[in-house]
């Protein structure tokens, strides 16, 4: 079954640091996986979206790798801001679309 | 217009009523999805629908009821449910339900269960 973990749980950053978020799945068979953003009480924006062919994919300040052999996911994110502050979710798919918990991160000013 | 639209934002109810939960879509897609958000938890997937037919159904309990009329809208019947179902429930959509597409959310219906 395949399972999804990212780490940190939590990340208190001062503003303009650069971050990495870590993404890990158990079961490597994939065919995409995307980062999301959830602000508080609201719902999942899709930041990226990577097929299993690619390495990475870029928007903006973001920046997310792919190593489908070793199951790892990074979300980097350059410059940080306070606007950034919100809980990132990856999420693997084979069939149906299996989530991690979640890193919650907060960019003070 | 936002591409998937969930109504209400916010419901509140008894263990005893009954109330839906809509959700639409204008981004030309055919599968839409139901998940669950509870504190502390991974988002569970609930219902899938492709072309209107539910292709699947995560073992949800029966008080759970999902209808899709067409490709664009997607609902949520609740009838007797448990305080330990209050959660955010939010909808997706995408393009082909095969396990590819990007899935686009909604902003998520609030329930409580008193």
């Known amino acids: 079954k395949q399972e999804v973990t990212q780490i940190p749980a939590a990340l208190s950053v001062p503003e303009g640091e650069n971050l990495v978020l870590n993404c890990s799945f158990t079961?490597?068979?994939?065919?995409?996986l995307q980062w999301f953003r959830q602000d508080p009480g609201k719902g999942l924006t899709s930041l990226l979206l990577?097929?299993?062919?690619?390495r990475e994919q870029t928007s903006g300040r973001l920046n997310a790798s792919l190593d489908k052999s070793s199951g790892r996911s990074t979300l980097y994110i350059a410059a940080s801001q306070p606007g950034d502050s919100a809980t990132y979710l990856c999420?693997?798919?084979?069939?149906?679309?299996?989530f991690g918990t979640g890193t919650r991160l907060q960019v003070f000013p | 217009e936002t591409g998937v639209t969930q109504t209400p934002r916010h419901l509140v109810m008894g263990m005893t009523n009954k109330k839906s939960l809509k959700c639409e879509q204008h981004?030309?897609?055919?599968?839409m999805y139901w998940y669950k958000q509870s504190a502390k938890k991974p988002l569970e997937l609930m219902f899938v629908?492709?072309?209107?037919?539910?292709?699947e159904n995560n073992s949800v309990p029966s008080r759970f009821s999902p209808e899709c009329p067409n490709s664009s809208h997607l609902f949520l019947h609740l009838h007797t449910l448990q305080p330990e179902d209050s959660a955010l429930y939010l909808c997706?959509?995408?393009?082909?339900?095969?396990?590819?597409?990007?899935?686009?959310f909604g902003e998520g219906s609030r329930l409580t269960v008193l």
């Open positions: 999420a693997v798919r084979r069939g149906e679309l299996i």
């Open positions: 981004l030309g897609h055919n599968a």
């Open positions: 997706a959509s995408s393009q082909g339900g095969g396990g590819t597409g990007e899935l686009f």
């Open positions: 990577i097929q299993s062919s690619q």
């Open positions: 629908y492709n072309f209107k037919e539910q292709t």
């Open positions: 079961d490597s068979a994939i065919y995409n």
